[in-house]
T-cell receptor, first 119, second 111 residues
């Protein structure tokens, strides 16, 4: 079955440590995204990648880093520079980057999320 | 940017109909998504509207008025499993075309 996976589901880290969140998809999608979700707030875009070996900052990229060495994988590193890292992190992918074309809405497919708690 | 406004919380009774409104302001607009998100889970795609009017998909329908910057999601024959957060996400024209998500409306369905 095709899908998008994130691991682990729950992650605990000490303050000052970097931590990397995994995101893998086997949907053959070109575009991948990382969002952060806090209580009472919408999804906020951290980084996105439209194609392998390329990525762009989203609205709240400070304190985060990403890589896109393979089409299937888009890991997110939460660095010690991120002032308030405790949150629910969601990874998503879409067929391509851009507007809907033809029969494709180009909607995003989301992974199950990783809940990061920094102690 | 895009300002998105939707109610924070709504309650309804099982079997009833509920309408969740969303207004948005955007400098350029391509279409609007609705997603459903159960607590602690991933959002899942419900609908995408590009043209004005109502699109029906089973118990769920979505309406769009581009000139008014307004959309709603209509849920009929409510079931307990419909208790979830509903996210409105307009997609801008140009640039990355990445939708911006509203804060979501938490719907609570009572027996």
């Amino acid at each position: 079955d095709g899908g998008i996976t994130q691991s682990p589901k729950y992650l605990f880290r000490k303050e000052g440590q970097n931590v990397t969140l995994s995101c893998e998809q086997n949907l053959n999608h070109d575009a991948m995204y990382w969002y952060r979700q806090d209580p009472g707030q919408g999804l906020r875009l951290i980084y996105y990648s439209q194609i392998v070996n390329d990525f762009q900052k989203g609205d709240i990229a400070e304190g985060y880093s990403v890589s896109r060495e393979k089409k299937e994988s888009f890991p997110l590193t939460v660095t010690s520079a991120q002032k308030n890292p405790t949150a629910f992190y969601l990874c998503a992918s879409s067929i391509f980057s851009g507007r809907a074309e033809g029969p494709f809405y180009n909607e995003q497919f989301f992974g199950p999320g990783t809940r990061l708690t920094v102690l | 940017g895009q300002n998105i406004d939707q109610p924070t919380e709504m309650t309804a009774t099982e079997g009833a109909i509920v309408q969740i409104n969303c207004t948005y302001q955007t400098s350029g607009f391509n279409g609007l998504f609705w997603y459903q998100q159960h607590a602690g889970e991933a959002p899942t795609f419900l609908s995408y509207n590009v043209l004005d009017g109502l699109e029906e998909k089973g118990r769920f329908s979505s309406f769009l008025s581009r000139s008014k910057g307004y959309s709603y999601l209509l849920l009929k024959e409510l079931q307990m499993k419909d208790s979830a957060s509903y996210l409105c996400a307009p997609r801008p024209v140009g640039g990355s075309y990445i939708p911006t998500f509203g804060r979501g409306t938490s719907l609570i369905v009572h027996p």
